[in-house]
C-alpha cells in the first residue's frame, strides 16, 4: 500500500516502516483533518476461505486471531473509560482488521527525541516532571489491576510542551491483568528491564500469580535510574540484565549523580528484589508528589490473585511487537546459563570477575523506536 490509499477509513500520508524484526509495521494515516499513528500486524494473518491450508489448519488459526481481537478489544475496554485522546496515557483508538491483518489506531505524538543521557542532563525540577506524569499514567493502569509488562525507555515518549516536557506511556500489547500473565514462552518483551519475578516465570521457578503490578515497579526503577543519572545501575556484565543481577543476590545502586538523595532512595527501593518490599505506583506517586522517599513497608505488601477482568480474560496472543532502542526477548528458551542463580543476598563477584553463573540465554529481537503507540 502506497500514500493516499485508504485503510479502515485512514488515508495514509507515509509508506509503513518495519519495526525491529519485521512482526510489524507502523505509518502515519490522516482522517477527519486528525494525523494518527497506524500500526499492522504481521502476526497473527486471518486465512479467508480462499487461503492455503486445510480446514483443521484454517480453524486453528482462526481461533488464534479470535484470542488476539479478545486481548485487544478487551485492553480497549477496560482503558477507555480512564483515558482520552492527548492524555499521557496513549491507549488504542481503533483496532479492526482489514483483509487478512490487523491494525491499530493511536494519536500520533511529536516525541521530543531525547535519549536518557540527555534526559538525564535536563535540571531535576524537568526531569522531576517526567516521574511524576509517567507514574500517574501507570498508576492508571495499576488501579485497575493491569500490568504493562513492556516498561522501557522506547515505552514512555517525552514530549516538549509549552512549560517544559511530559511523558506519554504507550504500548499495551502485551498487558495482562496481574497474576494472569500468558504462558512463560509467550512472553514479549525487552530483557534489559526484566523483573527478577519475571526471569523466574520464564525459567519455570514461579507460577503467574507471582507477576503482579510490582513487576512494573521493577522496571520503572531502571528507567528512573537513567533518567538521574544517564545510565542503569552497574552490576556484573556476565548476569547480563538487571533481574538475572538482583536474583544473583546483587543489590542494585544509582550510579553517581546529583539527584537529591530521597529519590535515589525512593529508586532504589523500586529495584529490590523482594516485590513486596517495593513500595507500589501509588506511593511511588506520592513520593514524588511531596518530594520525599515513603516510608518502608512495617510488613511485606501480600501478593494476590485478583479476579481478572471480563474484558482482559481473554488468551494472550504471541509475536506482538514491542519498541525501544535495544534488545528484546521473547520468552521461549530463557534460562540463565551456565548453572542456576546465586541466592538472594549471596553477593555478586567483586572486581567485575565472571560469576560461576551465565547470563541471560534466550531468543532476541532487536527493536526500533517508534513514534507513538497505544
Not at 493511536?106 to 531535576?124: P, S
Not at 503482579?212 to 552497574?234: N, R
Not at 512495617?298 to 535495544?326: C, F, K, N
Request: glycine share 10%; net charge positive.
Amino acid at each position: 500500500m502506497t500514500v493516499g490509499d485508504v485503510i479502515g477509513g485512514y488515508t495514509l500520508t507515509e509508506e509503513f516502516r518495519v519495526v525491529g524484526a519485521g512482526l510489524s509495521e507502523w505509518t502515519f494515516a490522516e482522517r477527519g483533518g486528525r494525523e494518527y499513528f497506524l500500526k499492522r500486524f504481521l502476526s497473527p494473518t486471518y486465512p479467508d476461505d480462499d487461503a492455503p491450508g486445510g480446514p483443521r489448519t484454517k480453524a486453528r488459526k482462526r481461533s488464534r486471531c479470535a484470542a488476539f481481537e479478545a486481548h485487544h478489544r478487551g485492553i480497549m475496554a477496560a482503558l477507555g473509560p480512564v483515558t482520552r485522546y492527548g492524555g499521557n496515557l496513549v491507549a488504542t483508538l481503533d483496532f479492526f482488521r482489514h483483509g487478512a491483518k490487523y491494525y491499530k489506531v493511536t494519536e500520533k505524538i511529536d516525541v521530543a527525541g531525547l535519549d536518557v543521557a540527555q534526559v538525564a542532563a535536563l535540571d531535576f525540577p524537568t526531569r522531576l516532571v517526567l516521574l511524576k506524569t509517567v507514574a500517574h499514567s501507570l498508576k492508571i493502569l495499576h488501579d485497575l489491576e493491569i500490568v504493562h509488562s513492556d516498561l522501557k525507555p522506547g515505552n514512555v515518549l517525552v514530549k516538549r510542551t509549552e512549560r517544559g516536557h511530559t511523558t506519554k506511556l504507550i504500548d499495551f500489547d502485551n498487558s495482562y491483568v496481574q497474576g494472569s500473565p500468558p504462558p512463560a514462552d509467550e512472553i514479549v518483551g525487552t530483557m534489559n528491564y526484566y523483573s527478577p519475578e519475571l526471569v523466574r516465570y520464564i525459567q519455570g521457578d514461579a507460577d503467574g500469580a507471582a507477576l503482579t503490578t510490582a513487576s512494573d515497579v521493577f522496571a520503572l526503577g531502571l528507567i528512573y535510574a537513567e533518567y538521574l543519572t544517564g545510565a542503569l545501575p552497574a552490576f556484573d556484565p556476565v548476569d547480563r540484565a538487571a533481574g538475572v543481577a538482583v536474583l544473583n543476590g546483587t543489590t542494585l545502586r544509582l550510579q553517581p549523580s546529583r539527584a537529591p538523595s530521597w529519590a535515589v532512595e525512593l529508586v532504589e527501593r523500586m529495584m529490590v528484589a523482594d516485590p513486596a518490599a517495593r513500595p507500589s505506583i501509588a506511593d511511588v506517586h506520592a513520593a514524588l508528589m511531596r518530594g520525599a522517599s515513603p516510608p518502608p513497608p512495617t510488613t511485606g505488601r501480600p501478593v494476590e490473585r485478583p479476579t481478572p477482568a471480563a474484558a482482559l480474560a481473554a488468551t494472550r496472543s504471541a509475536d506482538t511487537p514491542g519498541a525501544t532502542t535495544g534488545s528484546a526477548l521473547r520468552g521461549r528458551g530463557l534460562r540463565v546459563a551456565g548453572g542456576r542463580p546465586r541466592p538472594v543476598g549471596h553477593p555478586a563477584p567483586a572486581g567485575g570477575q565472571s560469576s560461576p553463573t551465565g547470563g541471560l540465554v534466550g531468543r532476541l529481537v532487536s527493536r526500533m523506536t517508534r513514534r507513538g503507540d497505544g
